[in-house]
């Protein structure tokens, strides 16, 4: 009976011992897991960019993977703090003695007799100094070196020890007291971070310099006699002197970096941005500072990034100063993009086949309902090659592209990138092409760089995998290609030989192959030029944070000339698109650009291989009175002598305009050319105007019609007079309001709509 209690007890004791063991073991897992470090930015070089505290204004770097620690590091600490770490199991008993007689013989506390497992377990757990403690951090120890290896436990210690001031762990030591963040230190060096947690105090290098190298070269000292260094390397050891300043630890692209750290809970990120390039990007901006300033410019925003594998190598949100709201990052903030989204619609309009670069686009006056379109030279074309639309950035033939092509089809393409968030809810109409979504400079230049990768669009890169690995973390996505590789070539094409009607162009010429846009907002607030090619996608914002306008504001004057001198200062290259084979057809073409069905192709041209080019909408075949050159039809050709012939009708609006301006279109009088036409306002328009008290307002009118006539205007059934012209203001009351107009033919057209 009293063996099986003996055995009970022994076992209960077991027991205890044991779920104590696996208590501690998991305490111990969880207080290593929730170690706080700072967070270390690096570049893709491995160059510091930023650090930043830890929650306790602690700095703190992380520890290097695989137990890296210092060699010469490494046998300082060991030599100074605990000569049997390698040989003890967590506690050493000879150290403890040592450490009693050493007090008992001072008659106070000179040593603690604490191996370095111990004091790794201190500082882990923290707490006062107290016999209970003491014996917890014994207990820990145990488990300790159960759970880890040596150079584990050494590589905790020293990541983790206390350097003075807020200072912890020897690698932001080395950094603050040394300015250098390699892995390699001078035995002087090693000697000095092993003494100084010991004596924290003496981190006052100045003040306690005789103090210091007193306790620096006795450890010196018995670092020689442990043959550890030879006698020349120990008198240069000997005679060095201590740190003479605190170094600032780098903090350099902070907008970035506060990026980063947003993007991601590692310690250590190694960013794909490169210092080189961003020291340009600064200077650059820097450069143009005072003629935006001069200009009531305040804010510039910059994106530098590597086409072919989209790693972010550039990011300037500002200046990062508390004026101007320089401490709002830019490269994150929305803003109205102007037309720089006018490419992706020419090559979404190419791959439906609603356009070839050859096609003629309608640009004259246009009006839906309210909206009312002028291209910002405030001229007319009147009809104008697709490529040349584009290059020249007009508006109009961009907005009845759009309506052909569908808003909301063109919407929720962006939203099919997955690179873009756009605000639904607001609604997006006809102007969407010229501005009115807006879009970070973050996000326009994703789009960019994915068009510079023949269409397929996949986000930015800006972390790589390691400091020795330059290439991006690579993240399986699959193939998002929105808009063909054929129709991609083409619209860069066209963008390489963008030009504007301003007298110093040329100054923009560079030695780079570069397809761009510029694009300016509404009211003169937001300045454009984004553009890519094989090497490099570059976007620069100008503009005011809180929205004022600058003086005369855009594009083309102020972030172009930024975007070209960073180009050139980083690039060498040519950078020309290569042509992507087997991604054409061939297709014969009328004189409109389109596909003919009545064998009147005068030039080949090439299109995407799977686009479906549709035919010519202007093209009419029509049967011609030969005596009369007039058209004729079953009612009339009766007797006549009358053939078919091929004509071009540009539609009733497009006609009567060339023809104002002295442009014959057919040489055959059309039965439809006697026709009237209201452009504007359309049928039950609503027009808005402002109300003053006993004023009436005056409405534009606008018809189409044959040039040489008499018109006779009617309002709200009443005659009001006759004349040649067919635009027109009237005074008209608020309210329903008609027009009809007769001509000399009789021809007659009316029109009902609404001023509010």
Do not use: C
């Amino acid at each position: 009976m009293k063996y099986k209690k003996i055995v009970f007890i022994v076992l209960g004791i077991l027991m205890i011992f044991a779920l104590l063991i696996y208590k501690g073991s998991k305490d111990l897992d969880k207080i290593i897991a929730s170690q706080d470090f700072s967070t270390v930015i690096y570049d893709r070089n491995g160059g510091i960019l930023r650090v930043y505290l830890n929650e306790d204004e602690q700095f703190i770097l992380p520890p290097l993977e695989g137990s890296k620690i210092p060699i010469k590091l490494k046998k300082a600490v060991i030599i100074f703090e605990d000569k049997n770490f390698y040989n003890h199991i967590g506690v050493d008993p000879s150290g403890i003695a040592r450490a009693i007689w050493l007090n008992i013989k001072n008659g106070k506390r000179v040593s603690g007799g604490s191996t370095i497992t111990m004091q790794t377990v201190k500082i882990l757990r923290g707490g006062k100094r107290t016999y209970y403690n003491k014996f917890v951090e014994v207990f820990y120890s145990f488990i300790l070196e159960y759970k880890m290896s040596k150079d584990e436990i050494l590589n905790l210690y020293l990541s983790n020890v206390p350097y003075g001031r807020n200072i912890r762990g020897y690698r932001g030591a080395f950094l603050k007291y040394y300015g250098k963040n390699g892995e390699e230190l001078t035995w002087s060096e090693a000697a000095s971070l092993a003494i100084l947690p010991n004596s924290p105090s003496l981190v006052t290098f100045k003040k306690n310099k005789i103090k210091f190298l007193k306790k620096k070269n006795r450890l010196l000292k018995k670092i020689y006699e442990n043959n550890e260094i030879d006698k020349d390397d120990y008198e240069l050891s000997i005679g060095e002197n201590p740190p003479s300043k605190n170094y600032k630890v780098p903090q350099r692209g902070m907008f970035f970096s506060d990026y980063i750290r947003k993007k991601t809970k590692k310690n250590e990120v190694v960013t794909s941005l490169d210092w080189n390039i961003q020291k340009q990007v600064e200077a650059v901006v820097k450069n143009y500072k005072h003629i935006l300033n001069k200009n009531n410019i305040l804010n510039a925003a910059v994106l530098v990034i590597d086409t072919d594998t989209r790693d972010i190598l550039g990011y300037y949100g500002g200046e990062f100063k508390d004026e101007n709201y320089g401490l709002i990052d830019a490269v994150n903030i929305k803003r109205n993009v102007g037309s720089t989204l006018k490419p992706f619609l020419y090559g979404l309009s190419m791959d439906k086949g609603l356009i070839s670069t050859r096609s003629l686009l309608v640009d004259i006056p246009t009006y839906y309902k309210s909206f009312s379109p002028v291209n910002s030279d405030k001229k007319n074309r009147g009809l104008v090659r697709a490529s040349k639309a584009l290059q020249l950035s007009l508006n109009i033939p961009m907005v009845r592209l759009l309506s052909e092509y569908g808003v909301e089809k063109f919407v929720n393409f962006f939203e099919e990138t997955n690179l873009v968030k756009i605000d639904t809810e607001r609604g997006h109409g006809l102007s969407a092409i010229l501005g009115t979504i807006e879009l970070s400079p973050y996000e326009l230049a994703s789009l960019y760089t994915s068009l510079g990768n023949y269409g397929n669009f996949q986000p930015l890169n800006f972390i790589l995998d390691d400091k020795k690995n330059k290439t991006a973390v690579s993240v399986k996505l699959p193939s998002n290609q929105l808009i063909s590789q054929g129709a991609s070539y083409l619209t860069l094409d066209i963008m390489r030989n963008l030009n504007r009607p301003s007298s110093n162009w040329e100054y923009y010429r560079s030695k780079n192959e570069f397809y761009w846009k510029t694009g300016t907002s509404y009211g003169e607030r937001d300045g454009w030029a984004v553009g890519t090619n094989k090497n490099y996608t570059i976007l620069v914002w100008t503009g005011n944070l809180d929205n004022t306008p600058g003086n005369h504001l855009g594009g083309i004057r102020y972030a172009a000339p930024i975007l070209f001198d960073i180009l050139d200062s980083i690039s060498s290259d040519l950078g020309e698109f290569d042509k992507p084979i087997g991604r054409f057809k061939k297709v014969e073409v009328t004189q409109n650009g389109f596909r003919s069905i009545n064998n009147t192709g005068i030039e080949e041209i090439i299109v995407p291989i799977d686009t479906v080019l549709k035919v010519d909408p202007y093209e009419k075949q029509i049967f011609v009175d030969l005596d009369t050159n007039e058209e004729v039809d079953s009612r009339t050709w009766k007797g006549k002598n009358y053939s078919s012939k091929i004509i071009n009708d540009y539609g009733k609006d497009v006609n009567s305009y060339l023809e104002s301006k002295g442009e014959i279109v057919n040489k055959v009088k059309t039965s439809v050319s006697k026709k009237i036409k209201f452009l504007y306002p359309s049928n039950n328009m609503k027009i808005k105007q402002p109300h003053e008290e006993n004023v009436k307002t005056k409405i534009k009118i606008v018809i189409a019609g044959p040039s040489d006539t008499n018109y006779t205007w009617y309002i709200n059934k009443k005659y009001i007079k006759k004349s040649k012209r067919k635009i027109e203001f009237f005074t008209l009351d608020y309210g329903e309001n008609s027009v009809m107009v007769i001509s000399e033919d009789g021809e007659v057209a009316k029109v009902k709509f609404l001023v509010e």
